[in-house]
């Protein structure tokens, strides 16, 4: 399928709904992505949907609510199917994010993973919807553990003002975090340091080029004409 993915850096408008611009700490890249013909449905359409999680587990272990998976022990990360789990109490972070997302469970549980089979499912979750701005996506080292991040940080990634809040997220290892931007038909790539934004975004530069995509880095005015 002919298409392209393309990335802004630094992104200024309001109009993709993607949190208060400049953040206070670190950078926002906006990736985006057309294909031919035009998808019908909003979201992320499954040939990117795989290029972006291919590339997300191989810069990155990533982090993410999911209700495809059961609830663990409240509180510890447990072993599940090659990834890691973790559920939160039901009446902590749970219904404090249900009041914000019409039909996420009220077991909030986070699955932590560095395949892309598991990450594509981010992408395609009623609960947690992409298409509504409905999920959160915390990415830390490839190589270390499952992030202990807690109820008020985890809450406030689904707030308006989320970009005010990422900050926080270092303590827990978290280096970045993805979110879904208006109408989720772009992605919003938060990155605490250009080092690993570089990594990042290196790996969608080519899994893009692999999967037989047109890969560009573009002005935010271009970006909005594509």
Same mark, same amino acid.
């Given at each position: 399928?002919? #298409?392209?993915?393309?990335?802004?850096?630094?992104?200024?408008?309001? &109009?993709?709904? $993607?949190? &208060?611009?400049?953040?206070?700490?670190?950078?926002?890249?906006?990736? #985006?992505?057309?294909?031919?013909?035009?998808?019908?449905?909003?979201?992320?359409?499954?040939? $990117?949907?795989?290029?972006?999680?291919?590339?997300?587990?191989?810069?990155?272990?990533?982090?993410?609510?999911?209700?495809?998976?059961?609830?663990?022990?409240?509180?510890?990360?447990?072993?599940?199917?090659?990834?890691?789990?973790?559920?939160?109490?039901?009446?902590?972070?749970?219904?404090? $994010?249900?009041? %914000?997302?019409?039909?996420?469970? %009220?077991?909030?549980?986070?699955?932590?993973?560095?395949?892309?089979?598991?990450?594509?499912?981010?992408?395609?979750?009623?609960?947690?919807?992409?298409?509504?701005?409905?999920? +959160?996506?915390?990415?830390?080292?490839?190589?270390?553990?499952?992030?202990?991040?807690?109820?008020?940080?985890?809450?406030?990634?689904?707030?308006?003002?989320? !970009?005010?809040?990422?900050?926080?997220?270092?303590?827990?290892?978290?280096?970045?975090? $993805?979110?879904?931007?208006?109408?989720?038909?772009?992605? +919003?790539?938060? !990155?605490?340091?250009?080092?690993?934004? %570089?990594?990042?975004?290196?790996?969608?530069?080519?899994? !893009?080029?692999?999967?037989?995509?047109?890969? +560009?880095?573009?002005?935010? +005015?271009?970006?909005?004409?594509?």
């Amino acid at each position: 399928m002919p #298409g392209s993915i393309f990335v802004c850096r630094d992104p200024a408008g309001s &109009q993709w709904q $993607v949190g &208060q611009l400049p953040p206070a700490t670190g950078a926002i890249a906006l990736i #985006g992505w057309s294909l031919t013909p035009a998808p019908v449905d909003g979201g992320v359409p499954d040939a $990117v949907a795989r290029v972006l999680a291919r590339a997300l587990t191989s810069a990155a272990r990533v982090t993410f609510p999911s209700s495809k998976v059961g609830a663990a022990a409240p509180g510890a990360w447990s072993p599940h199917d090659g990834d890691s789990i973790r559920t939160a109490s039901p009446k902590g972070v749970a219904a404090r $994010v249900a009041s %914000r997302l019409t039909g996420a469970p %009220r077991d909030l549980t986070l699955i932590s993973t560095t395949r892309a089979e598991t990450a594509i499912g981010l992408f395609d979750d009623g609960a947690f919807p992409w298409w509504l701005q409905g999920q +959160a996506v915390l990415l830390s080292a490839p190589d270390a553990a499952p992030p202990d991040v807690d109820e008020t940080s985890l809450v406030a990634l689904f707030e308006q003002r989320w !970009t005010a809040a990422v900050a926080a997220l270092a303590r827990f290892g978290v280096q970045g975090v $993805v979110r879904p931007g208006v109408d989720g038909d772009v992605a +919003a790539l938060w !990155t605490a340091g250009s080092a690993f934004e %570089r990594i990042v975004l290196g790996a969608l530069e080519r899994e !893009t080029r692999a999967a037989g995509f047109d890969w +560009a880095v573009v002005p935010e +005015a271009e970006f909005a004409l594509k």
